[in-house]
């Protein structure tokens, strides 16, 4: 009874959180859907074809969307890696201090702190452009890359890259070929979210993109903020995939019960 | 081997980048709050914004509006979070935690889309009850967009954050020794204190990180607000923006004000409530 109970239970969870997803696929390929109709009359690829046209924006949207989450990703886990390895492997004076600072942006919104550096960027020749947009990206990122790695680096009890010291290995050797394929998962499921977390960005982008960067959210904002849910759901759905695929990859890498890894990681918003 | 040293240079990249691009836009901000505006030519320094933002009843609705929204979202988060944790602990422990990455991945802006499709007067919800002769036109489907309650708003507050509790609470139930609730149970405690007294003193700690991440992210988001709230009042992360956005350059200060009171806000509520949590602990 007990497990029958959990199964019902499981369902329900799966339903609440797949409700949303029900009128977004419905309408991305409705043609006619009046009120109140349960279903489309009409079916269309309407939402589709706007969506691949060739020289239309949500091309070029993607394009920039995943140039910056990707640079951001890489460039958040180069940070939080060597981060990651002093704060999981070493004990030190002031490192509950260090650990508070690089939390911070989790708790104080980035939002104040890009509205304070805006002029900044602007003098610097940087607002504007995506490469201020994959800087400011960087603030909510770093946290959870470091975070994440910290707690791999935690795990580990560095025996092995003693080993290969005392077998002569120097310690840039030791790092490459011992440490580094070792927390290789860890480091993916980091980048992973370090990309989500940077593709899911809206008013970072728009305050230092200044409308001259135009990532997928961009358009999903706009379109919504409209009148047309053919559109808004067909790019919401576009918007959706990588953090499906990213799910579906992070997954792989975790052992069975073994959620902890997959918590440090938070909420990308 | 320089221990120190290597540590230093290790923590250097990270602390640099946050140092630079969030304390440095933070001091910033402050700064620019104080009406020191050298390119516009505003080199005096006082509090003037902060006097004329906390003087203005559209900041204090705001406040309100803020605190009123993060509170409920994260009170309804945390508690569904906790019944689903337990009421799936003894499950298939990888497929719930599938279903509940699901809308931690999702971003926030799908999340808004999909539930403004549900609720609104001509979604989902409408054309359901409208099939089951409860309403006739969209119109009497209650407004749930844009409305005075925010119920859109919460609701995806509550869709996007109460399975990140529940996968931190899910975590915690691993550490409760069945044994120890077998033996309370053979006691005689009912559910209620099996739980009160067995399961919560292991979950609280995780309960606490989790909400109060869940509490300051939904107090300084902008995204959902903007998109489903109402125009007056609004949560105050979208008041800083429309003020920043302001043609005049003198609303500047005001806007940084807002953005400092709003760091300043979260970052005591933080303090208190994990001061709170070690009290709690103790007892």
Redesign the interface.
Same mark, same amino acid.
């Given at each position: 009874m007990g497990k029958r109970r959990t199964n019902a239970g499981l369902a329900v969870v799966a339903a609440l959180v797949a409700l949303p997803f029900v009128p977004l696929f419905l309408w991305a390929f409705a043609g006619e859907w009046r009120f109140p109709d349960l279903l489309p009359s009409e079916w269309s690829l309407r939402g589709i074809v706007y969506l691949v046209e060739p020289g239309g924006r949500v091309l070029g949207a993607t394009l920039t969307s995943l140039l910056i989450a990707g640079a951001t990703a890489i460039a958040s886990v180069a940070v939080g890696l060597p981060a990651g390895m002093a704060l999981g492997r070493y004990e030190f004076r002031l490192k509950g201090l260090v650990i508070f600072f690089i939390l911070l942006p989790i708790l104080v919104p980035p939002l104040a702190s890009t509205m304070g550096i805006h002029l900044t960027f602007i003098r610097l020749g940087l607002a504007d452009s995506a490469f201020g947009v994959f800087l400011v990206h960087l603030v909510p990122t770093v946290p959870y890359t470091a975070i994440i790695l910290t707690s791999v680096f935690a795990k580990r009890t560095g025996e092995l890259e003693e080993a290969a010291r005392t077998l002569g290995a120097s310690a840039w050797r030791a790092f490459l070929y011992v440490t580094l394929p070792q927390v290789a998962p860890g480091v993916a499921v980091a980048a992973l979210f370090g990309f989500l977390i940077s593709w899911s960005q809206y008013v970072l982008t728009l305050l230092i993109g200044g409308g001259n960067v135009v990532t997928l959210p961009m358009l999903l904002f706009s379109a919504a903020s409209g009148n047309d849910p053919v559109i808004t759901s067909g790019l919401a759905l576009v918007f959706v995939l990588p953090a499906i695929a990213a799910l579906l990859l992070a997954l792989r890498y975790l052992n069975s019960g073994d959620e902890r890894e997959l918590l440090g990681v938070g909420k990308p918003s | 081997m320089g221990?120190?040293l290597?540590?230093t240079? $290790?923590?250097?990249?990270?602390?640099l980048? @946050?140092g630079v691009?969030? +304390? =440095?836009?933070?001091?910033?901000?402050?700064v620019?709050s104080l009406g020191y505006?050298p390119?516009i030519g505003m080199t005096g320094m006082s509090f003037d914004a902060y006097r004329e933002v906390l003087g203005r009843e559209d900041f204090l609705d705001a406040l309100l509006l803020t605190v009123y929204v993060a509170g409920v979202s994260t009170a309804l988060a945390t508690v569904l979070a906790v019944l689903?944790a337990l009421?799936?602990r003894?499950?298939?422990?990888?497929?719930?935690?599938?279903?509940?990455?699901?809308?931690?991945?999702?971003?926030? $802006?799908?999340?808004?889309?999909?539930?403004? @499709?549900?609720i609104s007067q +001509? =979604?989902?919800g409408?054309?359901?009850a409208?099939?089951l002769g409860l309403i006739g036109e969209?119109a009497e489907f209650p407004a749930l967009l844009y409305d005075k309650y925010s119920v859109g708003v919460i609701l995806t507050y509550v869709?996007?954050?109460t399975?990140?509790i529940a996968?931190?609470v899910?975590?915690g139930l691993r550490g409760v020794a069945a044994e120890l609730e077998d033996v309370a149970k053979t006691l005689g405690a009912n559910a209620w204190q099996r739980f009160w007294y067995v399961i919560f003193p292991v979950i609280a700690p995780g309960i606490v990180a989790s909400s109060?991440?869940?509490f300051?992210?939904t107090?300084?988001?902008?995204?959902v607000p903007?998109?489903l709230g109402e125009d007056y009042p609004t949560m105050l992360?979208v008041m800083?923006?429309e003020e920043?956005r302001s043609i005049e350059l003198s609303d500047r200060p005001v806007?940084?004000a807002i953005?400092?009171l709003?760091?300043l806000i979260?970052?005591a509520f933080?303090a208190a409530y994990l001061r709170f949590a070690r009290n709690l602990g103790r007892g």
């Amino acid at each position: 009874m007990g497990k029958r109970r959990t199964n019902a239970g499981l369902a329900v969870v799966a339903a609440l959180v797949a409700l949303p997803f029900v009128p977004l696929f419905l309408w991305a390929f409705a043609g006619e859907w009046r009120f109140p109709d349960l279903l489309p009359s009409e079916w269309s690829l309407r939402g589709i074809v706007y969506l691949v046209e060739p020289g239309g924006r949500v091309l070029g949207a993607t394009l920039t969307s995943l140039l910056i989450a990707g640079a951001t990703a890489i460039a958040s886990v180069a940070v939080g890696l060597p981060a990651g390895m002093a704060l999981g492997r070493y004990e030190f004076r002031l490192k509950g201090l260090v650990i508070f600072f690089i939390l911070l942006p989790i708790l104080v919104p980035p939002l104040a702190s890009t509205m304070g550096i805006h002029l900044t960027f602007i003098r610097l020749g940087l607002a504007d452009s995506a490469f201020g947009v994959f800087l400011v990206h960087l603030v909510p990122t770093v946290p959870y890359t470091a975070i994440i790695l910290t707690s791999v680096f935690a795990k580990r009890t560095g025996e092995l890259e003693e080993a290969a010291r005392t077998l002569g290995a120097s310690a840039w050797r030791a790092f490459l070929y011992v440490t580094l394929p070792q927390v290789a998962p860890g480091v993916a499921v980091a980048a992973l979210f370090g990309f989500l977390i940077s593709w899911s960005q809206y008013v970072l982008t728009l305050l230092i993109g200044g409308g001259n960067v135009v990532t997928l959210p961009m358009l999903l904002f706009s379109a919504a903020s409209g009148n047309d849910p053919v559109i808004t759901s067909g790019l919401a759905l576009v918007f959706v995939l990588p953090a499906i695929a990213a799910l579906l990859l992070a997954l792989r890498y975790l052992n069975s019960g073994d959620e902890r890894e997959l918590l440090g990681v938070g909420k990308p918003s | 081997m320089g221990g120190r040293l290597k540590i230093t240079l $290790l923590l250097t990249p990270a602390l640099l980048v @946050l140092g630079v691009l969030f +304390t =440095g836009g933070l001091y910033a901000a402050l700064v620019q709050s104080l009406g020191y505006l050298p390119a516009i030519g505003m080199t005096g320094m006082s509090f003037d914004a902060y006097r004329e933002v906390l003087g203005r009843e559209d900041f204090l609705d705001a406040l309100l509006l803020t605190v009123y929204v993060a509170g409920v979202s994260t009170a309804l988060a945390t508690v569904l979070a906790v019944l689903a944790a337990l009421a799936l602990r003894r499950g298939p422990g990888r497929v719930s935690s599938v279903v509940f990455q699901v809308p931690i991945t999702v971003p926030h $802006l799908v999340a808004a889309v999909g539930i403004a @499709l549900v609720i609104s007067q +001509t =979604g989902l919800g409408a054309r359901l009850a409208a099939a089951l002769g409860l309403i006739g036109e969209p119109a009497e489907f209650p407004a749930l967009l844009y409305d005075k309650y925010s119920v859109g708003v919460i609701l995806t507050y509550v869709w996007k954050e109460t399975p990140f509790i529940a996968l931190v609470v899910l975590a915690g139930l691993r550490g409760v020794a069945a044994e120890l609730e077998d033996v309370a149970k053979t006691l005689g405690a009912n559910a209620w204190q099996r739980f009160w007294y067995v399961i919560f003193p292991v979950i609280a700690p995780g309960i606490v990180a989790s909400s109060l991440i869940v509490f300051a992210f939904t107090f300084g988001a902008f995204e959902v607000p903007y998109l489903l709230g109402e125009d007056y009042p609004t949560m105050l992360p979208v008041m800083a923006y429309e003020e920043y956005r302001s043609i005049e350059l003198s609303d500047r200060p005001v806007a940084m004000a807002i953005n400092v009171l709003i760091a300043l806000i979260t970052a005591a509520f933080a303090a208190a409530y994990l001061r709170f949590a070690r009290n709690l602990g103790r007892g």
